[in-house]
């Protein structure tokens, strides 16, 4: 049986093909979360702390793909071919994101101190005891979670256009190396994460200017 072996693309014309299918994956994830929503909401679920959970997760990786670091962000373009309701979606998606989940700053979250006062027809009036009452937003709703998957599905259609032209580009590049120089190429190991890596970015390969 014939092997086939694959090798590490380790130049500067291939990073943006990289970042993308890491858009790719961050927007086909937010998909998967939002049918959850959707799902558990027509049968009526009552499993809070799930749906919290599954919408925080769809709404970061939505976000996560405009987040600009080591990872290329999604093309501005993109977003100014959206409609003027796409848009209004996408800065409602991205203040939750920031406002909300990632930090209480809006009134999707309140807590509220308050004191319990003694009922007058129990005795002498007074503080009986105090306490906070936490309210917040806990999961969008399955409209919301609609919009979302559109935005998404809107974006994800683009990025896979933009991955196939970019494959073309670097066939093109990888076309013009010598066979040899390619077969003597080898893959990179893996290597597994540890716990000091949370805080070190990632190799990047810097792109020609």
């Known amino acids: 049986?014939?092997?086939?072996?694959?090798?590490?693309?380790?130049?500067?014309?291939?990073?943006?093909?990289a970042d993308l299918e890491g858009i790719r994956q961050d927007l086909m994830g937010a998909i998967e979360n939002c049918d959850l929503i959707i799902k558990n909401m027509k049968t009526g679920s009552s499993d809070f702390k799930f749906l919290e959970a599954v919408s925080s997760s769809a709404v970061v990786r939505y976000a996560r793909s405009f987040n600009t670091g080591v990872r290329a962000t999604i093309p501005k373009y993109l977003l100014d071919d959206m409609s003027d309701e796409q848009r209004r979606d996408h800065s409602y998606f991205i203040n939750l994101r920031d406002k909300h989940i990632a930090h209480s700053v809006n009134v999707y979250e309140e807590n509220e101190v308050v004191a319990y006062l003694t009922p007058e027809e129990r005795g002498q009036r007074g503080v009986?005891?105090?306490?906070v009452q936490h309210k917040r937003v806990l999961s969008i709703g399955d409209g919301s979670a609609m919009c979302l998957k559109a935005l998404c599905s809107y974006?994800?259609?683009?990025i896979e256009n933009l991955i196939i032209t970019e494959k073309e580009k670097l066939m093109a590049v990888l076309n013009a190396i010598p066979v040899d120089e390619l077969y003597a190429m080898k893959a990179r190991s893996p290597r597994p994460s540890s716990e000091q890596d949370v805080s070190r970015p990632r190799r990047k390969v810097q792109r020609n200017k």
């Open 1 to 17: 049986m014939v092997t086939y072996r694959y090798i590490t693309i380790d130049l500067p014309e291939a990073e943006l093909l």
């Open 128 to 131: 009986q005891s105090i306490s």
């Open 155 to 158: 974006l994800l259609q683009r």
